[in-house]
């Protein structure tokens, strides 16, 4: 596995692994949990590909998407939840990731990862 390869992995499992304790903190600020599915089904996989290629992979219960968007009627009055749980988060890191692939592969990020090599 080449420095970049690894470099894409390591900032892929950094950003899945932020995603998801911020959206974990979140969560259980905005929603009650009565079986904790919401909770307990979201994953993170990175997938390697090859040079400068890797997939982060998120994965949720299908409802999780729309909870963003949801409304209530009661009577004449539409209530809207402004939870901000998915989308927030989704698109953050995604500008997150592609802002580190672009300008964090210095030369002394370089070095460090050839020190660990050997």
Do not use: C, P, W
Request: net charge positive; aromatic share 10%; hydrophobic share 35%.
């Amino acid at each position: 596995m080449s420095i970049r390869e690894r470099f894409v992995r390591s900032v892929l499992e950094d950003e899945g692994r932020r995603l998801m304790e911020n959206q974990a903190r979140v969560l259980q600020q905005k929603l009650t949990f009565h079986t904790h599915l919401l909770f307990n089904t979201r994953k993170v996989e990175v997938k390697g590909g090859d040079e400068m290629d890797g997939t982060l992979e998120y994965g949720h219960i299908l409802y999780q998407r729309f909870l963003d968007i949801k409304n209530l009627h009661q009577g004449n009055v539409v209530v809207r939840r402004n939870r901000r749980i998915h989308n927030r988060f989704i698109f953050g890191h995604y500008s997150s990731i592609a802002s580190r692939l672009m300008y964090d592969l210095t030369d002394d990020v370089v070095e460090t990862f050839k020190e660990m090599e050997g």
